[in-house]
């Protein structure tokens, strides 16, 4: 199937561990994103690349990190640092160049241990 | 399921009824609009979306109108069905940006068989 694919489904954290989410698409999309998603909020974005080995912080970056090695992947690591990650975590890619819908995976829920 | 938005504005339907859900938004260099469905454990599905240059756009079932003068954006389902039932969100994006979307907060779909 195409698309954007979200693993785990559902991912527990200890506290001070660092974990990694998966995201992976088979769309041909040069751009990925990465959003927050809390109940009764909006999608916040925390991280998108427009390209392979580029990235820029979205508007709550503070506490994750990704890497764009691939064109195809997009991992996000939510590091310690981050003092409240338990929330839905989705993905996203769209083409580039003038406007384009973002197509999203099923999203990782995060939850602390 | 994923609970994806307490305290949202609701809409309550009955089947074969038409529906019309509303999103105000916030910023007027704003020329790029979807429209989202989120299905309970889901990632958000993709509508249909609208430029600036344009105040209607028809799809199968759904109609987005756009008015730019007091910043609305609304989402017109036609004869909504159980399988419509779903939180719908708005996104703009921001500022006239290529990549980043601003999203709203959602109202929740009932339709009632």
């Known amino acids: 199937d195409g698309g954007i694919t979200q693993s785990p489904k559902y991912l527990f954290r200890k506290e001070g561990q660092n974990v990694t989410l998966s995201c992976e698409q088979n769309?041909?999309?040069?751009?990925m994103y990465w959003y927050r998603q809390d109940p009764g909020q909006g999608l916040r974005l925390i991280y998108y690349s427009q390209i392979v080995n580029d990235f820029q912080k979205g508007d709550i970056a503070e506490g994750y990190s990704v890497s764009r090695e691939k064109k195809e992947s997009f991992p996000l690591t939510v590091t310690s640092a981050q003092k409240n990650p338990t929330a839905f975590y989705l993905c996203a890619g769209s083409g580039t160049g003038g406007h384009q819908p973002q197509h999203f995976g099923d999203g990782t829920r995060l939850s602390i241990l | 399921g994923e609970s994806v938005g307490l305290h949202l504005p609701t809409l309550s339907v009955q089947e074969g009824d038409n529906s019309i859900i509303n999103c105000a938004y916030s910023?007027?260099?704003?020329?790029?609009f979807i429209w989202y469905k989120q299905e309970s454990g889901k990632g958000p599905q993709f509508i249909i979306d609208?430029?600036?240059?344009?105040d209607k756009r028809q799809g199968q079932r759904v109609t987005v109108l756009l008015n730019k003068t007091v910043k609305h954006l609304s989402l017109q389902i036609a004869a909504t069905q159980p399988g419509d039932s779903a939180v719908y969100f708005c996104a703009e994006n921001s500022g006239g940006s290529n990549y980043k979307l601003t999203f709203g907060k959602g109202t929740l779909l009932t339709v009632n068989p």
């Open positions: 910023n007027s260099a704003s020329d790029y």
């Open positions: 609208i430029r600036s240059n344009m």
């Open positions: 769309l041909n999309h040069d751009a």
